[in-house]
């Protein structure tokens, strides 16, 4: 009983904070994005990582009914990890066609002088006054890794939500609460970025990941409280009494 109440509640809060994790790591350009004066996709950071949360739930869930009572909590988390990949993997993709083909600019950063994994130049490539434009290979990669952290994250705590050997909520119920978790943390994570940010060499991202993931950490914590409190009454899914 008190194993399985601890194991649920440090899989949300680790779930909590690979969600935090994933929506810093996210190129997120907003409104000036869509104008192509700086890099990213042209969403918030909320909007884009409901997308990934959604995408990675679908196919966590469709994993974990293969098994009628005891899902593979590993497997399952990582097919949510591979399905939120792919929606933001194509996401960028699209956005950059577009970037490339639509508007005639070359995806480049506008926070480094030069891209840290290919090691090309970058301002030469910048158009004047802008903050870059498109998803450069930084970025890219960035986001393909805040969507393995995000979709493993979301997933994990659907799994241990729905399994008959945890919580043993509904299919429908542990959906809704994970997606309730995943978007609780985006949001602060998003106040706590405040505007755009490129990935993980963004100079943003090193002052602000610490607040975000300490900030994380508090709300997940408390919403996996709320779900031992409900485990322990019955009060969502017939709890674990």
């Known amino acids: 009983m008190i194993e399985t109440l601890l194991l649920v509640l440090v899989c949300i809060i680790i779930g909590g904070l690979l969600s935090s994790l994933a929506v810093h790591l996210m190129p997120v350009g907003g409104a000036p994005a869509a104008m192509a004066t700086a890099t990213g996709i042209a969403t918030g950071c909320v909007m ?85 434009h498109g998803v450069p290979t930084a970025s890219f990669v960035s986001g393909i890794l805040g969507g393995f952290s995000g979709g493993f994250g979301g997933a994990l705590i659907y799994v241990v939500l729905v399994s008959d050997s945890y919580a043993h909520f509904s299919v429908a119920t542990a959906g809704i609460v994970a997606m309730g978790i995943f978007i609780a943390n985006a949001i602060i994570a998003a106040y706590n970025i405040g505007g755009t940010i490129e990935g993980f060499h963004d100079p943003k991202f090193k002052a602000r990941i610490r607040t975000g993931l300490t900030c994380s950490l508090i709300v997940s914590v408390l919403c996996g409280v709320i779900i031992v409190i409900a485990m322990l009454t019955g009060t969502l899914a017939g709890g674990v009494m």
């Open 48 to 132: 884009l990582m409901t997308g990934a949360a959604v995408t990675g739930l679908f196919t966590a869930s469709t994993v974990a009914s293969f098994w009628v009572t005891k899902p593979n909590v590993i497997l399952v988390a990582l097919s949510g990890a591979v399905g939120s990949m792919l929606m933001i993997g194509f996401t960028m993709f699209v956005g950059n066609l577009i970037y490339i083909f639509g508007a005639g600019i070359v995806p480049c950063s506008g926070r480094v002088a030069v891209d840290p994994i290919t090691k090309d130049s970058q301002t030469e490539y910048k158009t004047p006054r802008t903050d870059g």
